[in-house]
């Protein structure tokens, strides 16, 4: 079993940065790639950024240029650096861990609200 807990959601203002982290623990050895997803308010959660544990990165093309994903798998911990905020980026952002070859996001951290004023 894995366990996510993230932090560092907040009340920012448009244009504004926030850095989201979520610790990994537990069976952090069977972790492959590691995401984050958001969910707004009536809509479904997607997929924003995801990292392979070799360090090679995705991101939702809403996001590109202004998020970066990074992994520190010392620490079993990966970051989302969120810039240049919008209105539209409000939503609970949550973490996600993968199994290698099970297709799947395996495990879930609690998420943490980011919500953006104009």
């Known amino acids: 079993q894995v366990q996510l807990v993230e932090s560092g959601g907040g009340l920012v203002q448009a244009g504004g940065s926030l850095r989201l982290s979520c610790a990994a623990s537990g069976s952090v050895f069977s972790i492959g790639v590691m995401g984050w997803h958001r969910q707004a308010p009536g809509k479904q959660r997607e997929l924003v950024a995801a990292i392979t544990s070799g360090g090679s990165t995705n991101y939702a093309d809403s996001v590109k240029g202004r998020f970066t994903i990074s992994r520190d798998n010392a620490k079993n911990t990966v970051y989302l650096q969120v810039n240049s905020l919008k209105p539209e980026d409000t939503a609970v952002y949550y973490c996600?861990?993968?199994?290698?070859?099970?297709?799947?996001?395996?495990?879930w951290g609690q998420g943490t609200q980011v919500t953006v004023s104009s």
């Open positions: 996600s861990a993968n199994i290698p070859s099970s297709g799947a996001w395996n495990y």
